[in-house]
């Protein structure tokens, strides 16, 4: 999450104060124009797709026996996201949390549905930061509701096997939808950690020969990127566990194998966060040990010339003097008695140098 | 909290040593002269308002049916205190309690009432940091009695929502009122986490450019009230844990969904003070990085110049000296033959340089 | 505790070795020469003070059904320690426990009785630093021992109010008694606290703007004193927790509800502890910081005087050579074209300083 | 693990997105050429051994009364992963972890046999670094099945004792052969553990004296060494841990005592690995404060070299001046005296470092 | 533990990769030749001894009523100790531990004996570390089998009770035995926690004040010698408290409050190891600043010299220069204005440094 956004997202949250619990106010960037709803409707043999249809079309088909996906794209009408609420005797709480972006991943239990938050985090390659989008998801008896931002392509693998009836999928209930869509959001994360990795990598290489003010900035960003998917995946991690130990009939036995092994890719890249984030604690520490060892380095030329010519250039003040009685002066070979004596001074502090191994 | 408030408030503390327990001292600073006692009596239907009122009024409509909210301003009145102890039949730790502003967030229940410490931060735009405020909630049968420091504003949203029977509010019970007021102090924490937000985008954004001493002052003192905050919604969170989970008759059922979501609000909260915390423990460290990379720049401009003059000054010094045999000096271009001589000095230090990368 | 004594102790600690567990040993410094019996014997109506008394008018009292408090003073008199065992029936091992002053806070249940050990932390002003002294409280059915180091006035309130009878206290059982006495201890901690509190301010006030190196010295003082303090406090709050939740019949249920009021005060005192440690680990920075910061502005005007005169003397040196062709020498004006470049040189240095913001 | 691997793999791993859960992908890198299955069946009295043999050998074997161990070197070969996976009967997402070489170590439990998934870290004496190979393990009934990325000598020790009838091994069940298998691993990890202690020793030696910029390489490299090991050591410790406490009718009684025995080597090696995680710490911080030692004795000579020249270099610049009007130019002996000056300056300030005990 | 042995013992640790599990392996340094056992049987009446005896006779006195104590001095006799596993009947595992000297300390418990780890640390004056010993008890119905790596005095204490039938020790069974021998061996630790606090203090006295080279690795020596004594303790806390709440019937319940006793104890030791840890902790921070507070001072006198001394001899050299047109060399006072303004510059500067508090 960006530092602009996110100070605007606490601005908004604090809008909120006054205002009755469970009142749905959407405090997030309202990234796309219009609130566009598509369903997809299936049992194990038909398959019927509607586009960009309405909220009455999906929930009447969820009162059907197939499985029923209503996605909602978009999620700052809030008219569209109460008449949801209606339509679904959905808790007054549960649309608060679906609009309020801020919301951190949770999964929590209602007698007819089971409503679980999730982040997505996707690598901007403009803004070259990590973006965070708010997920929501119904899961019911017959119907599974997603609330998506803005049109993303999270879904669209899960929409594909769909349509090719590939894989276990079609002849599978509600809650298998959902955990599909739960798996994809959490695949995604391994994008993220990926770019994250390569950004590491480049920096690291070159850290110790050749370390550069940007890179202190880039290793900062890079901090701040983990720090938004550590907020993301942390909470998961319970949420996924919690969902799996759930007794709620909504979840099947058969999910719940699947949803250990989503639990498992959750500790995975939490796992790879947790590396990078050493990493990047060594990398910072790398950074000012090399910048220091660059230092010591300029200081040590400066040290050995000034302390090589100093006094030599005190030697050669001393016979610049003008007093009219000075001996040496008067020698015929006083001048290259001089450059000995320098030239011993100078080898001197040369061999000194070389056995404190400074040269 | 301000360093001198802290220090008078231990003070206070001390000198309660000696005394019996439960016998309540105010320990924090008169913020106001009068303690002034505003009754708020509804039920679904009606609505009664008597600002300015006597105890004693409060606590006759506390026995009707109707939810009676006593809203006492002011709590260094320990005669005050005392009579509504006898009023309400309170245990006497509860009073010790009620008036000891350094008593951190709790929540406990006795027979008759669930006693709540909160703790309202707010920003006081003079002294430029956070303001803790002593709030305390007596929830009854039928009645809550709300306990602060000072007449402030931070429950006038609910009075609004009674008032103009907005929402739920007027429906329910004592439970949700306390709830709202509960809910009223934890919105007023995302706008102290706003301005700390805002301050933290002010100086992070000029800090690895052009960082100033003053920077260094100001990240302390946002580490303090980062650290107030912290020690003011840390022990909520297991409060309302704590309220949500007990078996206490005063809560029912539907309310503790409100509080599931107010506990979300405050891991909300504590997430957010949990990542300034980070983001001000790396700006330390940003800039700590940056002032000594200011030092670094300016090292190696005293060492650039120095190790090029140096010997260049030792050169001019031997044909300084006076000595009468020195042929160098009689050369007709002994004085162009050095000047090439430094020339080639000086440069040979430059590339050195150069390919050292130091300039 | 002061450096010096804890070696000595741990000496005499070590001196145990070989000795058959449960054989006591008093290891701490002899605090005064002769142990002192002090008994107080109450009902509701009646109370009996005897000062300087013997062993077996205490334990003839407690016998009767009043409530006794015997307070010995003094704990390295092992003879009369173990008439204690004998008269009151006490385990070897509370014997050991009870002159072994490294025994870090616990409370131990037996069949008969309470075993409570407890540190009083007291300010010591000649020098300067928190001592520490070691007290045990055995409670049983009718009466309550303590022992303390020397005689101190920690216990004189409690004694106060016993004699004026103000309060609960003399309408209650020995556990009521052993309660206060404990309360009397922590209520000392915020004694200790505060002083604490005031050197922080102390050196907090000027540390940024003139730091001393006995500042550092300070500050680790003060992390020494909290390191006496945090373990004083941090086995406190187990140990009034465990006596709270304890099925001993010694306990009963109206002192639990002050128990919890006691571990209240502890938690609060951990909180300004561990608030303290960290203020303190922030001002170690804060030094450091701060010095560093004067030796950047130091080497700053170092490196402006040098890298201004440097050139500046080269320059001079050359028209200080001998050589016989010279041209500029007869030049009329050479000498005042010099002082022109030289200024030149200067300003052009003192400008880039000035562009550089080094000046 | 080296860096460049751990972003392959991360690439690979996202590379699964959009695929259905419980699909095997495999995505380490290519070991070696052919996967090959090699069998040993055994009882008390007989041992049969099958080198390079079918699935379908192994797995009719399997059926047998008799301890069946199929070894399959390869995992790339998904075909023949599935083969397994259809005549054992094992679960997709077991197949989907036996390929998955970025699946942390974990031990599932399916009715009718049991998943552990291990690593095996050696030391790579070319790359100098820690190799990471991914191992799993199933255990059924009469056989257990061991999947290795490439042909490795790790289990060599086991075959051995198999054939030399050497121990108790033969006369057990397969749960004793997996226990021999886990062991076999674990008792690698005290190899690799020493290369590292190795390493540390090699630097640690001359770090106070001799510092070198490659030994904060060398340190670096063996973090991230002791990270992988932590990564692969860490979670085995649960695992261990739960297949001992799991109530699984494959694991017997006699067993477990032996697991616990393997828990604490895994207790053993991580307690070695956060010993020399606390060296590494150590080492850090001895080598930045080694170079800053040897930094602050280059400025030493360099300030008392400087002290002591320049100010007789201003002494020997007066004399140098031309003024007509210089009395003490003209006097016999001022030269003298000038030396004599020089000698008493330069004199005190040596005994001034002295006293200061620079020097 | 000193680095070279720890070194060896990873070496041979490894050297049993490949042995089946169970199989006694020493792999400790062979402190002593020859294995010798002492024998000493008593009862409350009766004791006899037998030094330096056979196996055979411990063994039988074993299976009388009386309370046998057999201490196996020499671990390194693998015969030996696979005979005691014999005739007492222990398992495999055990046989293994005993001779493992890198077993970190643990209880274990079988049907017919308890088997109990320990470590001692005793200071090795020659080396001036901290030596590791092994330790092993086996405790069953009458007897206690002792296993030290070499004979030593830690058991003479006991020994010395057990002859003068002093204390409680004579008339108690085995169980109190095997306590007696724990508390012997935690009453060592406190003997060299004592001489680190002896360390400690010396250096912490001149460390402000006088902090050398030496220093440094003396603090780093002692970190070494606090995590030998850590990683002997910590585990012992979970092992003593693993014995008291063990429901096997060889610990009787009077030993367990003794128990409890010991158990206090080790959490004593383990508060001072972490006081000292932090101690040193802070130490290694003192000595940095302490040196950085010398070099900046030394750096300072670099400075205050220099600043000084570059002006005025750049003003010297300019009177130096040979130009023919310098009006000033013929003032008549020129020279003594020269003067004039050099100590007016020398004087500004003093001036200056004293308001910026340099000097």
Chains 1, 2, 3, 4, 5 share one sequence.
Request: proline share 3%.
């Amino acid at each position: 999450m960006d530092k602009k956004e996110k100070k605007n997202k606490a601005k908004r949250q604090s809008a909120k104060a006054g205002l009755a619990p469970g009142t749905p106010i959407f405090i997030g960037e309202r990234k796309q124009e219009k609130t566009r709803i598509d369903v997809i409707d299936y049992d194990e043999n038909t398959l019927h797709e509607f586009s960009d249809t309405t909220l009455e079309k999906g929930a009447d088909l969820a009162q059907t026996g197939t499985v029923t996906w209503i996605n909602v794209n978009g999620i700052h009408d809030l008219g569209m996201i109460e008449s949801v609420g209606k339509r679904f005797n959905l808790h007054s709480l549960t649309l608060e949390d679906l609009v309020n972006t801020d919301q951190r991943p949770k999964a929590e239990m209602f007698p007819s549905y089971l409503f679980i938050v999730l982040k997505i985090i996707s690598y901007n390659e403009t803004t070259n930061a990590a973006d965070v989008e708010h997920v929501s998801l119904i899961l019911g008896e017959n119907y599974v509701i997603s609330f998506l931002e803005n049109e993303g392509d999270v879904f669209d693998t899960v929409r594909e096997r769909l349509r090719s009836a590939k894989g276990r999928i079609r002849s599978m209930k509600s809650d298998s939808l959902a955990y599909a869509l739960m798996d994809a959001v959490v695949d995604q994360y391994f994008l993220a950690v990926e770019r994250i990795g390569d950004f590491i990598e480049n920096i690291d290489d070159r850290l110790l020969t050749d370390p550069r003010p940007d890179d202190l900035q880039e290793i900062h960003r890079l901090k701040r990127d983990i720090l938004s998917l550590r907020k993301a995946v942390w909470p998961l991690r319970e949420e996924v566990g919690a969902i799996e130990k759930s007794e709620s009939p909504l979840i099947r036995q058969e999910t719940r194998v699947f949803l250990r092994d989503l639990y498992d890719h959750t500790i995975q890249v939490i796992d790879m966060v947790e590396t990078f984030r050493d990493l990047l604690g060594g990398m910072h520490d790398t950074y000012l040990s090399s910048i220091s060892n660059r230092m010591n380095e300029i200081m040590k030329v400066l040290t050995i010339i000034a302390t090589i010519f100093i006094p030599l250039t005190f030697i050669v003040g001393v016979y610049g003097m003008n007093f009219e009685h000075m001996p040496e002066l008067k020698w015929t070979w006083g001048y290259y008695l001089v450059w000995l004596i320098m030239f011993s001074v100078g080898c001197g502090m040369v061999v000194y140098f070389k056995r404190k191994k400074w040269i």
